[in-house]
C-alpha cells in the first residue's frame, strides 16, 4: 500500500502561482508513474497533468490543454517527491487537486482508473 500526501493548497489571486507537492510516506515514489488530477464542485475529476517514473528512458510529461505552458510537473532528484507548479492562476483552476500513482510504468495514463494509489487532496482557490 502506498499513501500519498499532497501539500501546497490554499488561496491565491487570479495570476499567482502556487507549488503542491506529493510524497509517498511509507515507500519512495520514484518507482511508480505519477499524475496530478482536480475535481472541482459538482464536477467529474479531471486529469491535469503526468510524468513518467524516474528511470526512465526520457521523463515524460503530459497535460491537459488548458494548463499547458501554465503547470508544470517534475520530482526531485531522488524521484520522491512529484511537484506540480503551478503558474497564472485563474479562477477556473478552482479545485481540489488530487496526486496519484500508477504501476502502470508505460503510456501517458490520463484516466482515473489508470491509477492505484490516491492522496486525500489538497484544496486550491483562486479568487479575482
Known amino acids: 500500500q502506498v499513501h500519498l500526501v499532497e501539500s501546497g493548497g490554499g488561496l491565491v489571486q487570479a495570476g499567482g502561482s502556487l507549488r503542491l507537492s506529493c510524497v509517498a510516506s511509507e515507500q519512495t515514489l520514484s518507482r511508480y508513474s505519477a499524475g496530478w488530477f482536480r475535481q472541482a464542485p459538482g464536477k467529474e475529476r479531471e486529469f491535469v497533468g503526468y510524468i513518467s517514473r524516474r528511470g526512465s528512458i526520457t521523463t515524460l510529461t503530459t497535460y491537459r490543454d488548458s494548463v499547458k505552458g501554465r503547470f508544470t510537473i517534475s520530482r526531485d532528484n531522488a524521484g520522491n517527491t512529484v511537484y506540480l507548479q503551478m503558474n497564472k492562476l485563474k479562477p477556473e483552476d478552482t479545485a481540489v487537486y488530487y496526486c496519484?500513482?500508477?504501476?502502470?510504468?508505460?503510456?501517458?495514463?490520463?484516466?482515473?482508473?489508470?491509477?492505484?494509489?490516491w492522496g486525500q487532496g489538497t484544496q486550491v482557490t483562486v479568487s479575482l
Open positions: 496519484a500513482a500508477s504501476e502502470i510504468l508505460t503510456g501517458v495514463l490520463d484516466e482515473p482508473y489508470e491509477y492505484d494509489y
